[in-house]
């Protein structure tokens, strides 16, 4: 599931651009892990290693359940910060 969401942002990242807007992504990964999703799906956008979940379970979104990896979602943050919509 994850992989595909991330290969869609990437198929969008000029659209997001064309609104002045970044995107990033989270891996509940180690470095070397999340590497290895940048380059197996050709991404550009920006992902970022959470191993220890710190943003994962900020964000809520922590699935303790299953190796406590992180469910699947998306976030529109504005340049102030504030979530738009999750």
């Not at 609104?19 to 992504?25: G, T, W």
């Not at 994962?56 to 919509?85: C, E, H, M, T, Y």
Request: contains cysteine; aromatic residues 4%.
């Amino acid at each position: 599931v994850c992989g595909h969401q991330l290969e869609n942002l990437q198929r969008h990242t000029a659209d997001f651009q064309k609104q002045d807007a970044i995107v990033a992504a989270i891996s509940a990964d180690a470095v070397p892990a999340a590497r290895q999703t940048v380059g197996e799906h050709g991404l550009s956008l920006h992902v970022l290693a959470d191993p220890d979940h710190k943003v994962i379970k900020q964000f809520g979104v922590s699935n303790i359940g299953k190796r406590g990896i992180a469910w699947p979602a998306s976030f529109i943050i504005d340049k102030k910060g504030v979530v738009r919509l999750s």
